[in-house]
Structure formats: C-alpha cells, structure tokens
C-alpha cells in the first residue's frame, strides 16, 4: 500500500489482503472506516500507551475563603456542581429523609461516563481533602495545613468515588459547604500548593481538575500580588505588556508537570467586586494543559448563578478526553508552518501536548511551500490525535483531508473558507498579546486584510475598473470581520482591564471558526415582535428561537 503522504509503498499484513472487483476497487471497503470515512479512530496497543489508562477522574478543588462564601459564589458553584452529576430534575436527598428513600436516590445513575470518579477538595489558607465513600454514613474531612510541601492527605483509591454509589454523601457535602465554611473567615486563600497537592492525586492515573476561585490569591507560596494597579499610562507600555504574561515560576513548573501527567485544568474565576485576579498568570495553567477559564467579572449572586451553573453542566458532561498528543502530516511539496491555539509544544516540530481535549477544543495549522507542486496530483493532509476517553478507552483518531492542486490563484480564491481564515488570522493575532505592542497587532491584521484583498483585485479580478471594489466570493464578509477583531476585547485600543484583555485573547485561541465568526460578529434576536410561540419548547422539546437578524443599524427599528 503506497502512503499519500510521501509515497513511499508500506507492506501490510496478510490480514488486511483482500481481492478487487473488475472496477479495481476492494471488495471489503465498505467494511473498513478508513477507507471510505475522513475521519475514524482505532484503539491502539500497549506500545502506545504512556501509563494504563483508566476512565477519567473529576477533582473538584473549591474556593472557601471569604469572598467565595460570604459574596454567593461558592453557593452558585456547589448547586451547578450538584447539576452537573446529577441534572437538572433528580430529588436530592434530604438529611431526614429515611434511608430507604436514599438508597433509591443513590441506586440513580450520574451524568458521568460509565466509569467515571469524582473527588473534592476545598480550600482557604488550608487544605480539606473529603472522603465520601459509600461505607461512611456521611463526609469525612482531612485538613492539611502544610503549605510548604503539599501532599494528598487521602489516598486516591479513598478521594475518588463512583458518584452514582456514593450520591448520598456527595449531596450532603456539597449542600452542607457554603453553611460550613460561612463564619470561617479567611480573606486569603492559597492557591499554588492546592493545585500542586491535587496534580499529587492525579499524577498515577491523570484526569480533570476543576476549580474555582473567588479572589487573588495571597496566601502561601506561590502567593500573587496586584500587579495592575490601573497606573498604566499607555496599553504599548512595557509595564502594560508585562502584565499581560505570568513572571511566577512556580506556575510555569507546575503546568509542565500537569501536562506530563496527562491532567488538565478548568478555572472558574469570579471577581465579586470587580476587583482584580491575575489571570494572566492564573489561566497561564489552563492554556497550556490545554483547559479553559471562565471568568465572571462584577459576579452577582443569584443574577449569575444560572450561567455558571448551565457552565459548569456543559464542561463536565461533554465530550472530552485527557493525556493527549498530537501530529499534523502533509504530502512532499508542504511543510507545516505554523500552529496556533492553547497546549504544550516544547519545540517546532515535536507533538502538540494537550492534557485536556474536549470537543470544542480549537486549533489552526497554517503551511508553507518547500517544494514544486503537481497539478496532476492531489494534496494530502492528515492530523493523528492519541488521547484517552472520558471510558477509559486509549485511541488514535486520525482525520484526513484531500484537497486539488491548482495553477490558478482564481481556483484557489473561488473555493475559499472565509471562517477558516478568519480563525487563523485571529488566533496568530491574540497569540502576540504580551510579546508586541497592541498597536503593531492591530496594524498587521489591517496589513494583512489589506494585502488578501489587494492581491485578489491584482492578479484574479480582471476586466472591472480600476476603481472598483472587487471582493471574492468567498470574502465577502472578510473586512467586517477583521473589523470585529480589531474591536474585540483582546487587541482593541484604549483602557481595558487586564485581566479581561488576557482571558479574551486565550479564549480566542481556543474557539474554532464557526465559534470565532459569532463571537466577533454576533446576531441579534428581536424581542419586542415575538410570534406566540416563540421563547417556548415545541412539540419535540427544543426551544423555538426568533430568526436572528445581522447587527446593523439598518436592521434596528425604532422602539424595538
């Protein structure tokens, strides 16, 4: 069998032998996904295995200190923590109910995959580790108060539980937290070695940490201080640029050894009074293990307790995998150029580390010429993703493009994929926001959108005027977008908080191109000429939306 990729002819084993109809096309090929399918997965052998792989473990690691309790948000994660594993409409068990009625609770299934273990920690200036086995009639506490050199203080045979056996006691502990911690005031929690005590129970097995913090950590080692203090005079200052990267080593340690273990980390951050978190170097860890950060600026409680809750549900219950490597391949004449969004690649070339993947996960891949290209002969493109499901499963999905090589810059242009593009100029923007002036970024990206529509009109557009506006089919969307870009959060001029500059700029790197489009061009829904049934469910339980209508004044009616 010869590879597209570099043609060179493999030998196969005897197994994979199979005859050919009179057209030459194999007779099993409807029988074999790889052949038929661009993208399918196979399980792979010990060989590729870094350690054995086992069905994911959720560590929730929450915030007790003060602001958390006494501002609501440590109630608002606990509830969307109990309608993550549980949904939206099982009973919770009462402490006095009898036990009969908990045993019929307990016997319920979770939202989690089959397999599936959950843990908790909580934290302040010290360390809680909880054991909620169904063997004990309620939660156990462990305080570790050790901050110098963090441990687990429970094994994590005892930490993780099926949540479905032990649903009684993780009902109680997570409805019990916010009372239990409310006239514990500690103003200040810890936030460094909490992480590296949780990264301890998961070193064997990786998994998912999710945590939650509600202030800036000030405590301990690894302790942060207010770096912006809102005395900036200018967003290209370099006093303005260091404080969009993480100086603390002890972050950068820590999120190498969390991509070794194959543990990613979700972060979700309240400001409740609008104060400031760091999240520059907070979320540094999430980027990189390939996590996400949610961030809630002026948190209110219950105003923002649904989107946190609806949050925390779709980030546990989706799709996902952890302990993650990727590679991209292309046939001779491409060579891969560049890649773009949030893992661990430690040097041109090497895999794409990713210690969490889920399916939202976004990336661009750009590539370049090394070579002459055939016309006669396509191109070939393949990405080869090893990670480890949400079951417990070690497999290798591999997805492969073919595409047509053209002579014509016209062919190329006609067939265009304008959120592709628009993608990867975003994520190679935001990814310079700390390392060059945000002015030098927003004038690239007008340069850039430029010299596209500029060599279109040139070389692919003849026989209009020279004065004419000319753009491509496939483009012509494409400046209002990079208008949107350059209006965004993350590259925008002017005064903006930090902490929400550096969480747009990392969110932007993770989306993929439909995602990307809304967000820098998002529609409006008119809600002032509702049809009667619109706002409700309809007959299959889907909510019926009003038609979006595009953001422009044209499309705004006065007193709507």
């Known amino acids: 069998m010869t590879c597209n990729l570099c043609g060179h002819p493999n030998e196969v084993g005897p197994e994979y032998f199979a005859p050919t109809d009179p057209s030459g096309i194999r007779v099993d ?15 792979v052998p010990k060989e590729y295995w870094s350690k054995p792989p086992v069905p994911m473990r959720y560590l929730f690691v929450l915030d007790t200190s003060a602001e958390s309790c006494s501002r609501g948000f440590l109630q ?44 908790f920690i909580t934290f302040d200036r010290e360390m809680h580790f909880y054991n909620v086995s169904a063997l004990l009639s309620s939660p156990q506490q462990l305080v570790m108060s050790d901050l110098e050199d963090p441990f687990a203080a429970i094994s994590p045979e005892h930490l993780f539980v099926d949540p479905a056996e032990c649903k009684s006691n993780i009902v109680k502990l997570l409805k019990q937290t916010p009372q239990m911690f409310y006239n514990i005031k500690h103003a200040e929690p810890a936030l460094l070695p909490i992480l590296q005590a949780a ?6 097995t990786g998994g998912k940490i999710i945590c939650s913090l509600g202030s800036l950590p000030t405590y301990g080692p690894g302790k942060l201080f207010v770096r912006d203090k809102g005395t900036t005079t200018t967003e290209d200052s370099d006093q303005h640029k260091a404080l969009l990267k993480t100086e603390y080593v002890g972050f950068k340690k820590l999120q190498a050894d969390l991509v070794k273990a194959g543990a990613g980390i979700d972060f ?18 999430a980027e990189k293990t390939g996590g996400e950060t949610y961030y809630y600026p002026n948190w209110s409680y219950p105003r923002d307790t649904l989107r946190l809750r609806k949050e925390l549900e779709h980030n546990v219950q989706r799709e996902q995998g952890f302990a993650s490597l990727m590679k991209v391949r292309c046939s001779n004449g491409l060579q891969v150029a560049h890649y773009s969004g949030n893992f661990t690649q430690h040097t041109f070339g090497a895999d794409l580390e990713l210690a969490s993947i889920t399916q939202e996960t976004g990336m661009s891949v750009t590539f370049s010429y090394d070579g002459k290209l055939d016309s006669k002969q396509d191109a070939h493109f393949q990405s080869a993703l090893l990670y480890t499901t949400s079951t417990g499963q070690r497999r290798v999905r591999c997805s492969n493009i073919v595409a047509r090589v053209s002579e014509s810059a016209r062919d190329a ?25 945000l002015k030098d970024i927003r004038q690239a990206l007008q340069d850039k959108t430029v010299e596209i529509l500029a060599g279109y009109r040139k070389h692919s557009s003849g026989g209009h005027a020279s004065g004419q506006l000319v753009l491509p ?12 870009l350059l209006k965004s959060r993350a590259i925008k001029g002017g005064r903006e908080p930090t902490d929400r500059r550096i969480q747009e700029a990392r969110m932007l790197k993770g989306m993929g191109p439909a995602e990307t489009s809304l967000y820098l061009y998002p ?36 007193g709507g």
């Not at 090929?29 to 399980?43: I, S, W």
């Open 76 to 119: 608002g994660v606990c509830d969307g923590v109990l309608a993550a594993l549980y949904g939206d409409d099982l009973t919770i068990p009462d402490e006095d109910e009898d036990e009969d009625d908990e045993e019929e609770v307990e016997q319920q299934p979770s939202k989690l995959p089959p397999g599936a273990r959950v843990g």
């Open 473 to 484: 089919e496939g483009l012509k969307e494409f400046a209002m977008y990079s208008l949107g």
């Open 29 to 43: 090929r409807a029988q074999r996904p790889e052949l038929t399918l661009g993208t399918c997965e196979f399980l």
């Open 413 to 437: 242009m006609r067939f265009v994929d304008q959120d592709a593009v628009l993608s990867i100029m975003a994520k190679e923007s935001v990814a310079k926001v700390g390392d060059r002036s």
């Open 268 to 285: 979700f951050l309240a400001a409740p009074a609008g104060g400031y978190l760091d999240i520059a170097s907070i979320g540094y860890i």
């Open 199 to 204: 990264l301890a129970t998961l070193n064997d």
């Open 523 to 558: 529609r409006m829904l008119a809600v002032h000429n509702l049809e009667p049934g619109e706002g409700f469910a309809d007959d299959t339980g889907h909510l019926k939306m009003p038609a979006a209508i595009r953001t422009s004044f044209a499309c705004i009616e006065e």
